[in-house]
């Protein structure tokens, strides 16, 4: 072999054995890097050949030898969002949000959450918020893909793989209404049924055409008329009883029935408890009037004892509702099973209308639950809204009636009267009277001057003249006055419209209206026709007219009604063996069609459940609920994150719910072995390693998770150490074998010269 090709060999040696400690510089520097695999190294020799076929050439050639495959050590954590891979398989990470990017995998299961994209969501009170959704990340920002539940279901149909959004309000719209639910519990057998309300009827009287027998429920009314052919009462009866059960109003009420007692119906109430005011009576159409009809009560309406679940349901809105599910006992194994849930309460309001003309002494009131508030006009309002406001204002200024609701002015002579407590009934009602007095009006004529024949005085009334000329035979002024307010009475036009009086002076004379509250206009004029020009006639209204019309209304409707606190819908009759099992429905299926009103939190929405009650028993003993399932969930704001051992993603609701959202699959590989390694200790797909086959751990049974843990790496530092002295010790080895190959070439140029 020549000299010269000597230094291959220790060349390549150290350049092999530094590779190999590059390898193992890397292990240790990595050695505390979550999911790190190690690289060993490994050697292969080189063998060269001459023309001669003798080896002239040799050496070693590295090989990169990874260790992916090699579980790490696991460590348990206090962190959530870390997860162990325990077995094969590696996290499906891509390096874009959309998907777009690169697919990369990895084992260090250590997540965190990433905001991408600004989002605007509702916050409270109905404000718009402006804030960022978020994404499970590895620490190098790369997203974990999974699956994402059915939000239907709850499983995972869908294999699309997909960034897993964590944030606040990620499922903060998403929900799903209940549907189907199961409910087991126990009844009390021995309860005691409730009772409905029972009144007997006697009728009597003597038989005759047109007489009237009737029977009253809650004021409604059916009755039968004779015809006088009815051969006994106990055939009135009869038609009576068919009577009452045919009205429409109270047939809905009561069920009427023949006693076996002569002349005598029983009248019982349809709903047990439900209170029924009822009334009877026998009205004579013939001669002899002694028809009746007494009534008496039989039996007082008993509610009995009612039991009640409150179930929670999810609304077709996806929000949480609760509806009680109630017991009642009607008679022996048989049960009432209804559902109530609570209404929304409001404040009644009721409008008042107040008209008429305005004068003085007209009173208009109000009246709220007995208590009653008013005013009495001066005749100066100048308008009807006047006196609305003067009625508002000492409505509100009574402390009594303003504890119960507040008066409020709307439109023109119109307010309101709204309810102080959701949920309390008004009764209200409005008076107007009309308190003015008409008051006839009183003008008041005075005459003066030298009384002389031929003198004219003219008295004008409403347009109507009457003229009286002095004769001169009238003596004195009260005889002049006394012979014009004659004239007055005895016209025909004018006599009708005043009464003319004397009054007070020897010259004044008094124009009193016929009618109180009708005005009129008068005047007079003297005309001087004799030799003393002195004579004078004037007007003064002593008393001013006053009117009174009888037009004051008043008017109430109501605008908003009170509603009852509870909706109650009938839903099914249970019945049981005498073992206290259920025999009906026979199913053991009932339906819940439910509608929930609006409150302040929620909308109105509805449901209807197929509820199981199958497992439900009447025994001895208290009422007993066992237990109660049901699909659906609300929508809620996300407050947290975790992982099981299925690899499932399970959010915490701020309504204390848990559900699966996500679920992890793991990428497997042919040879993982073969693996590309890149920067951020992922990989990619190389021909070697075959393409990435998505599985899941808990269908395959290749890997199980670890959920609070996350894996170290496998380096083992004491190896690794081992493996650095022996590198070391090749690599000295090498640059001796190199260094005598060189005193070698020294020596044979020595030996040339």
């Known amino acids: 072999m020549p000299v010269y090709s000597a230094f291959a060999v220790p060349t390549l040696g150290m350049m092999s054995q530094s590779a190999a400690m590059n390898n193992i510089g890397n292990n240790i520097a990595n050695m505390t890097t979550g999911g790190y695999k190690r690289t060993d190294t490994g050697f292969s020799t080189l063998v060269s050949k001459s023309l001669f076929e003798q080896s002239d050439l040799g050496g070693v050639k590295p090989q990169n030898l990874q260790r992916i495959d090699q579980q790490g050590a696991l460590k348990a954590s206090a962190n959530d969002l870390d997860l162990a891979i325990n077995g094969r398989g590696m996290f499906i990470f891509n390096t874009e949000f959309g998907g777009g990017g690169d697919t990369l995998y990895g084992r260090d299961g250590s997540f965190e959450m990433r ?70 519990l126990n009844i009390p057998s021995t309860d005691t049924p409730g009772t409905s309300q029972a009144d007997t009827i006697v009728l009597s009287g003597t038989i005759e055409a047109g007489d009237v027998y009737s029977v009253t429920v809650n004021g409604s009314t059916a009755s039968y008329t004779t015809t006088g052919a009815e051969a006994n009462l106990n055939v009135i009866r009869n038609a009576l009883v068919a009577a009452v059960n045919a009205d429409a109003t109270v047939g809905g009420l009561v069920t009427a029935s023949n006693s076996s007692t002569d002349n005598t119906l029983i009248i019982s109430g349809n709903t047990i408890g439900e209170v029924l005011t009822t009334g009877s009576s026998g009205v004579n159409g013939g001669g002899t009037n002694d028809n009746a009809a007494m009534l008496t009560a039989a039996q007082i309406p008993s509610s009995g004892t009612t039991h009640t679940y409150n179930a929670e349901i999810i609304d077709s809105n996806f929000n949480s509702r609760s509806a009680a599910v109630n017991f009642r006992k009607d008679s022996t194994n048989t049960w009432s099973l209804t559902t109530t849930v609570n209404n929304t309460l409001v404040q009644q309001v009721d409008t008042a209308t107040l008209a008429g003309t305005i004068e003085a002494g007209d009173l208009y009131s109000v009246t709220v639950n007995g208590e009653t508030v008013s005013v009495t006009l001066t005749g100066a309002e100048p308008d009807i809204d006047a006196v609305r406001d003067a009625l508002v204002a000492a409505y509100n200024a ?179 063996d005498s073992n206290g099992t259920l025999i009906s429905p026979t199913s053991g299926l009932v339906t819940l069609a439910l509608t929930f009103p609006a409150d302040g939190t929620f909308p109105a929405g509805t449901a209807s459940v197929t509820l199981d009650i ?58 993982v072995n073969g693996l590309h390694e890149v920067n951020g200790n992922v990989y990619k797909e190389t021909v070697d390693s075959g393409t990435a086959r998505v599985v899941l751990a808990d269908e395959t049974g290749y890997a199980s998770f670890l959920p609070n843990t996350y894996e170290l790496s496998n380096v083992d530092l004491a190896g690794e150490f081992t493996r650095m002295i022996q590198t070391q010790t090749a690599y000295n080895s090498s640059s001796t074998v190199f260094r005598t190959v060189d005193e070698m070439v020294q020596a044979a140029g020595e030996m040339k010269r």
């Open 398 to 576: 009574d402390p009594t009636a303003s504890a119960i609701a507040t008066a409020t002015a709307t439109t023109t002579g119109q307010f309101s009267i709204t309810a102080k407590t959701a949920g309390t009934t008004l009764t209200t009602s409005v008076n107007a009277t009309n308190g003015a007095v008409a008051v006839a009006k009183v003008d008041t004529l005075t005459i003066g001057g030298t009384i002389e024949a031929g003198d004219r005085y003219d008295v004008v009334v409403d347009g109507n003249t009457v003229t009286y000329i002095t004769t001169g035979a009238e003596g004195t002024l009260a005889g002049l006055r006394s012979a014009i307010r004659a004239a007055i009475n005895l016209d025909g036009t004018v006599g009708p419209l005043v009464t003319a009086a004397d009054s007070g002076g020897g010259g004044d004379i008094t124009l009193t209206a016929a009618t109180p509250g009708t005005t009129f206009t008068s005047s007079i004029t003297a005309t001087n026709l004799g030799g003393t020009a002195d004579n004078t006639g004037t007007v003064t209204t002593t008393t001013a007219n006053v009117t009174s019309t009888a037009d004051n209304t008043s008017s109430i409707t109501t605008t908003t009604a009170n509603v009852t606190p509870t909706l109650t819908t009938d839903i099914a009759t249970l019945k049981f």
């Open 115 to 184: 905001t991408v994209n600004d989002i605007s969501v509702t916050g409270i009170g109905g404000t718009t918020v402006t804030t960022k959704d978020g994404y499970l990340v590895d620490k190098n920002g790369y997203f974990l893909q999974g699956y994402t539940a059915d939000p239907t279901t709850g499983l995972f149909t869908s294999l699309s793989l997909s960034p897993l959004r964590v944030d606040q309000y990620a499922f903060s719209s998403i929900g799903q209404p209940t549907t189907n639910a199961k409910l087991q």
């Open 614 to 671: 199958s497992e439900i028993s009447q025994f001895a003993g208290d009422f007993l609920p066992i237990s109660y399932s049901k699909d659906g969930f609300a929508k809620a704001n996300l407050t947290g994150v975790n992982f099981d051992a299925n690899g499932q993603v399970v959010a915490k609701f701020d309504n204390s719910t848990f559900r699966a959202i996500y679920k992890i699959p793991l990428a497997q590989f042919t040879n």
